[in-house]
C-alpha cells in the first residue's frame, strides 16, 4: 500500500445522485489505482438542513455502487471541538473579525459591485461592535486577507500546490474575506475541511471543478495553521439535460430511483465512462 490517501465527503441534506456517485467512484479509482486507501467523511454541520435519514441513505447507494469506505466514518457533528480550537487560535491572532452583515446586505453589495472577487470588509468602531454583541447580533466570522498577507509576509509569495498535474500559484483572493465561522456554528465547509484533510493525512483532495476556487483558499489556512499541502485534482461536473451541474436543490434524479428502476452498478458506471 503507497501513502496514497483520499476522501469523499458529502453532506447529508439529500439524496445523493450521478453527480455523487461521478466523484465516489472517481476518487475511489483513483485509490485503488495507487494502491492507496479511500475514506468516506460525512460533513454534516448544518444540523437545519442534515437529517439521519440522508446519511443512511448515502451508506446504503454507496455500497450499492461497490464502494468500500475504511470504517470508524468521521462526522463532523460530532468534532465542533475540534474547529472551535481551530478557530480560537485565528481570533488570539487577530486573523479573523466579526462580520455583522445580513445576507440580504452582502446580496445588495454584490448587486452593486458584480466584478469585485470575493468579499473584503473593513471593521468598524470597538465600540460599535460591542454594542451588537450586547444585543446578541449574529454575526459571521471572516478571515482577514489583509491581515494573512501581514503575518506571512513574503511567504505570501510562494503560496501555491500542484492542481491537476500542474503547480498553481494561491490566490486567495478569488474568494476574498470568506466565512470561517458564524457566532452559532463553529465551523465553516472551509475551516472544517481544511482541518479534517490533514487529521486524517489526506494526500489527495479530488473533486468538482465548481470547488476549484476553495482550493486557493484551503493553501491559505493550511500554510496560517501549519498543516500540510495536499495534492489536488478536480474532475469535470456532471450535467444535467439543461446543461446545469446536477443539484440536490433542482430535485436530480437520485441514485435511490435508478436503483429502483432497474439500473446496476455496472450500467451507473456506464453512463458516466467509468471502466468497471
Not at 196 to 216: K, P
Request: proline share 4%; with cysteine; net charge neutral.
Amino acid at each position: 500500500m503507497t501513502g496514497f490517501v483520499t476522501r469523499f465527503a458529502p453532506s447529508p441534506t439529500g439524496a445523493l445522485h450521478l453527480g455523487h456517485a461521478f466523484a465516489a467512484l472517481t476518487a475511489l479509482d483513483a485509490a485503488r489505482a495507487a494502491g492507496g486507501r479511500f475514506l468516506l467523511r460525512i460533513e454534516d454541520l448544518d444540523g437545519a438542513r442534515c437529517r439521519p435519514e440522508f446519511e443512511t441513505a448515502i451508506y446504503e447507494d454507496l455500497a450499492w455502487l461497490g464502494v468500500a469506505w475504511e470504517t470508524p466514518v468521521r462526522r463532523q457533528s460530532e468534532h465542533m471541538g475540534d474547529y472551535a480550537r481551530v478557530l480560537d487560535d485565528l481570533v488570539a491572532r487577530s486573523l479573523v473579525y466579526r462580520d455583522f452583515r445580513t445576507r440580504r446586505e452582502l446580496m445588495a453589495e454584490s448587486v452593486n459591485a458584480p466584478h469585485e472577487l470575493g468579499v473584503t470588509v473593513r471593521g468598524g468602531p470597538a465600540s460599535d461592535e460591542a454594542e451588537r454583541l450586547a444585543t446578541g447580533q449574529p454575526f459571521a466570522w471572516r478571515l482577514s486577507l489583509d491581515r494573512c498577507r501581514d503575518t506571512l509576509g513574503a511567504d505570501w509569495i510562494s503560496l501555491g500546490f500542484e492542481a491537476d498535474g500542474v503547480w498553481t500559484k494561491a490566490e486567495p483572493e478569488r474568494l476574498g474575506d470568506a466565512i470561517l465561522a458564524r457566532k452559532e456554528f463553529p465551523a465553516s465547509y472551509h475551516l472544517a475541511s481544511v482541518h479534517d484533510d490533514a487529521l486524517q493525512g489526506i494526500t489527495h483532495i479530488i473533486r468538482g471543478e465548481d470547488l476549484r476556487d476553495a482550493a486557493h483558499l484551503h493553501v491559505l489556512l493550511q500554510r496560517l495553521l501549519g498543516l500540510p499541502t495536499p495534492t489536488y485534482r478536480h474532475h469535470r461536473l456532471i450535467l444535467g439535460d439543461n446543461g446545469k451541474r446536477l443539484a440536490k436543490r433542482d430535485l436530480a434524479v437520485t441514485l435511490r430511483a435508478m436503483r429502483a428502476s432497474g439500473e446496476t452498478p455496472s450500467s451507473i458506471r456506464a453512463q458516466l465512462g467509468l471502466r468497471e
